[in-house]
């Protein structure tokens, strides 16, 4: 699964939570889930109502005891049951005590049933409106375009909601759907399509889908909607795409390489694909990035994108991730929520291998770097594979996405590729259909190896943070050694990991490799050379996950920005430089601007001349806005934002601003850039800019987010009359974290800053989408102590929300609103005791103007 995060490349929808570290306190130790019953199959004959927002239906439950049981549960939140049977053994079915107590079915057996029996439960239920699990879309008054359609959403434990089973990750069962709904509408579940009946004299048609291979509860599907669909085959498997009626020109753009990953993953994992189809659906208002339903992935609407937003705008990472999931996710399935790095770091890892197939090694590298970027910037409080949780989504952070990949890229240059994929392949064909804990891949590793893996599983998934580390690099002329000092910083004992360095003596010379096992805290180095070395790189390759801090010459510095043959070298090298200021440094990155052939390199050089300052740097970044790659173009448009006050920038992000770029997002981070350099017409400018349509709404959005630079309260009226309902929905949710960023940036009137609260806690109504319930929750957190009159609203969100991402949400808000509002009312009494005061000095100071006015007459 993809959780929605901010976009910076546009490649895929970045893989982790927006929430801050949490505090977990005296949270229970989380462990595998008892079973003492082994469910087997689940059947679900439905009749969905979509305009009622109701399923009427029976799920027939065929499991085994694995002890003598006396009561068989079910988890089940809010189902209206009419009626259990069960049968024993083949034996005629026969009602049963059961009680509902909105969490969990219990039925209650007259006599035990003994371990291995055969049994079947037979209940009868109905949902209606659930808050969960099942997500019921139609038109209505505000928005009257919404089309007629239900999906489900089932990780991490929503399913339950639904229909009964138990909703944990340990228990697989086969599965089938019979499914009856209104002729005209699209019915898609898991596994092969048995039947599809027209009953004409009710104008409904019954489908039937069938997942014969057992697989976990939560990943079971559901969705009745229309669609356009698009129908294929890979070896003998349909392939199929649905999307909303209007959007079929967008498929070959969104999904045209799929069957090029089902070759390639099959092969590299030497495990062809499992399932008996692969269907990807795009549903309304879709909750997160995707979601790896067993044989059918749910998506977003941002999937899809025009030829406009193709130029610098890709869903392969997102299709490339939940294809992955469906081998390590669905085939292998983590056995608790503690493990789930091993379903979304191997999804996360699998996107990269499959940029480095399609687009190259510097893009897995850049893909790599970035990953490091954000698994290192995140949790550093709690492992990986942490046990003390309180809710399952307290572990979908960056310790299961980037790091999670992290983990298997380390082992994979630990070990060699030979080696690597064949422990992939051992560990899938040794677990497959079953679910898997992080020390199942350790023990795999070793198996492969011969090699001890326990102290790397032990830094990596069961202790937090990463290693820091401080690099000096020193050349003795006399001793003809280069000496170079490395130590690791971080709180606590040493990782341990492999220190490699690399030294060229001259130009177009191999690099001399010293390595060396670092268990200790600090280590030197003294490498005899015959000359002193024109390039030096700690780690070369980019293979240990950490922060480094090197120190050595410009020489050097300047040599790994033009001849590292790794663009995370040449990167590093730029950032470097553009830290310094100085005149040498900077004209190091305009002539390598002008050399460098990958477009991520130069937009990180883009980016270092924004840091650099000086005219020379802002004339490069003006002509870099003609590269010809426009995620580079884009990088210079957000680096013009530094330099203000420089009406040569503003005449060229002006220009963008007004007209256009033949990407989306380059023009987005013109109209970002712009707006924080604050001219006197900048309302002017960007109001006109929010009737421009864009893929994902970027362009309107970065209107939204320039508007707040105005520092003009009276914006708050334009951006609460875009949260409104009538508004696109990737509008909304802008406008309201907009909101706070205007109240953050100025002192609004006491009165305009009460509409403002009273707008985001309108916003966490029941009645919106959780997407717009989130970013009103994040946008009340922004405001800190002036959010202190939505605390209640918040805490009845924390308790209440169907959605976990919600709850979780809301209770981070509450503790940084908290951490701030005690002294809140107090600065209130006193900026109204300034105010009065200052009145009262002006009723003086007139006063006094009076009367010396009349001693001078």
């Known amino acids: 699964m993809m959780t929605r995060a901010p976009l910076r490349f546009g490649a895929c929808f970045v893989v982790i939570s927006t929430f801050g570290v949490r505090a977990y306190g005296d949270s229970p130790l989380r462990v595998v889930a008892d079973r003492p019953v082994d469910i087997t199959h689940i059947r679900l004959e439905l009749t969905v109502d979509l305009e009622a927002k109701v399923v009427v239906g029976t799920a027939t439950i065929s499991l085994t005891p694995l002890r003598p049981v006396g009561s068989i549960r079910f988890d089940a939140i809010d189902l209206q049951t009419s009626n259990v049977t069960l049968a024993v053994d083949g034996n005629e079915h026969t009602q049963v005590d059961f009680y509902n107590d909105g969490k969990q079915i219990v039925v209650t057996l007259e006599r035990q049933l003994p371990a291995g029996a055969r049994a079947e439960v037979r209940i009868d239920y109905a949902v209606r409106r659930p808050a969960s699990g099942l997500h019921f879309f139609g038109p209505t008054d505000a928005e009257p375009d919404t089309p007629l359609q239900v999906w489900s959403q089932g990780e991490a434990i929503s399913n339950r909601e639904w229909f009964p089973c138990f909703?944990?990750?340990?228990?697989?069962?086969?599965?089938?759907?019979?499914?009856t709904a209104r002729t005209g509408f699209e019915v898609l579940s898991n596994g092969t399509l048995v039947a599809k009946t027209d009953n004409a004299d009710t104008d409904t048609t019954t489908w039937h889908w069938k997942q014969d291979q057992p697989h976990v509860a939560y990943l079971v599907s559901l969705v009745v909607g229309k669609f356009a669909v698009q129908r294929d085959t890979w070896r003998d498997k349909p392939v199929t795409y649905y999307v909303p009626p209007d959007r079929a020109d967008d498929i070959e753009r969104s999904f045209g390489k799929t069957k090029r990953m089902l070759d390639f993953f099959s092969e590299r994992i030497d495990?062809?694909?499992?399932?008996?189809?692969?269907?990807?659906?795009?549903?309304?208002?879709?909750?997160?990035?995707?979601?790896?339903?067993?044989?059918?992935?749910?998506?977003?609407?941002?999937?899809?994108?025009d030829y406009r937003a193709h130029l610098d705008y890709s869903s392969d990472g997102l299709v490339a991730h939940e294809l992955a999931h469906q081998w390590f996710g669905d085939l292998l399935t983590c056995a608790n929520w503690t493990h789930i790095w091993l379903n979304e770091g191997f999804a996360s890892y699998f996107e990269a291998i499959w940029a480095e197939h399609d687009e190259g090694t510097d893009a897995f590298a850049f893909n790599m770097f970035e990953k490091a970027e954000s698994a290192t910037g995140g949790d550093e409080k709690h492992p990986v594979a942490h046990r003390r949780w309180h809710e399952p989504w307290d572990q979908f952070d960056v310790r299961a996405y980037p790091k999670g990949a992290w983990l298997l890229h380390m082992i994979r240059r630990s070990v060699g590729d030979e080696r690597f994929w064949e422990i992939i392949r051992t560990y899938t064909r040794k677990h497959a259909h079953r679910p898997v804990e992080t020390v199942d891949l350790r023990k795999v590793c070793e198996d492969v190896t011969g090699r001890s893996f326990e102290r790397f599983f032990h830094d990596w998934t069961e202790r937090p943070g990463h290693p820091k580390m401080k690099v000096d690099y020193a050349w003795q002329a006399d001793d003809k050694l280069a000496r170079i000092d490395v130590k690791q910083t971080q709180d606590g004992e040493a990782f341990h990991v492999p220190v490699k360095l690399a030294l060229v003596t001259k130009d177009g010379?191999?690099?001399i490799i010293v390595e060396h096992a670092m268990h200790e805290k600090a280590h030197t180095f003294h490498v005899p050379l015959p000359s002193r070395p024109v390039r030096f790189r700690f780690d070369p390759g980019f293979s240990v996950l950490k922060e480094e801090t090197v120190e050595q010459g410009r020489d050097l510095w300047i040599a790994q920005l033009t001849d590292d043959p790794d663009p995370v070298g040449r990167i590093l090298a730029a950032r470097h430089l553009g830290k310094s200021h100085a005149d040498a440094e900077t004209q190091a990155l305009i002539d390598a601007l002008k050399t460098e052939p990958f477009w991520g390199v130069q937009g990180e050089i883009c980016a270092a001349l924004g840091e650099a300052g000086g005219k020379k740097a802002r004339d490069a970044l003006i002509e870099a806005l003609k590269l010809e790659h426009p995620k580079a173009r884009r990088r210079a448009a957000e680096a013009l934002s530094a330099y203000r006050d420089e009406s040569k920038v503003l005449a060229a992000l002006r220009l963008i601003v007004e007209q256009g770029d033949a990407s989306y997002y380059v023009e987005a981070a013109a109209i970002e850039?712009?707006?924080?350099?604050?001219?006197?017409?900048?309302?002017?400018?960007?109001?006109?800019?929010?009737d421009r349509p864009s893929h994902n709404e970027v362009v309107r959005r970065a209107a939204l987010q320039g508007l707040t630079e105005t520092l003009d309260p009276q914006v708050t009226e334009t951006l609460i009359a875009w949260s409104a309902r009538d508004k696109p929905r990737a509008c909304r949710d802008e406008a309201l974290g907009a909101l706070a960023q205007l109240t953050r940036k100025v002192k609004l009137p006491e009165s305009v800053l009460n509409r403002v609260v009273q707008t985001l806690t309108a916003h966490l109504s029941p009645h919106e989408t959780p997407r717009i319930r989130r970013a009103a929750v994040e946008a009340l957190r922004d405001l800190g102590g002036d959010a202190y009159p939505a605390v209640e609203a918040l805490e009845t969100l924390a308790k209440q929300d169907a959605e976990g991402r919600v709850r979780t949400a809301a209770k981070d808000a509450i503790q940084k609103i908290r951490a701030v509002a005690p002294v809140q009312p107090e600065v209130k009494q006193l900026r109204k005791e300034l105010d009065e005061i200052k009145k009262t000095n002006e009723k003086l100071q007139e006063r006094i103007t009076e009367l010396e006015g009349k001693t001078a007459k």
């Open 167 to 179: 909703d944990h990750p340990n228990e697989m069962q086969t599965t089938e759907l019979i499914v």
């Open 271 to 305: 495990y062809e694909y499992p399932w008996d189809k692969y269907a990807q659906v795009v549903v309304e208002q879709f909750i997160i990035g995707g979601m790896e339903n067993t044989s059918a992935t749910t998506l977003t609407e941002r999937t899809l994108h």
């Open 509 to 511: 010379a191999e690099p």
């Open 673 to 690: 850039s712009y707006a924080k350099h604050r001219p006197t017409e900048l309302r002017t400018v960007l109001e006109p800019v929010l």
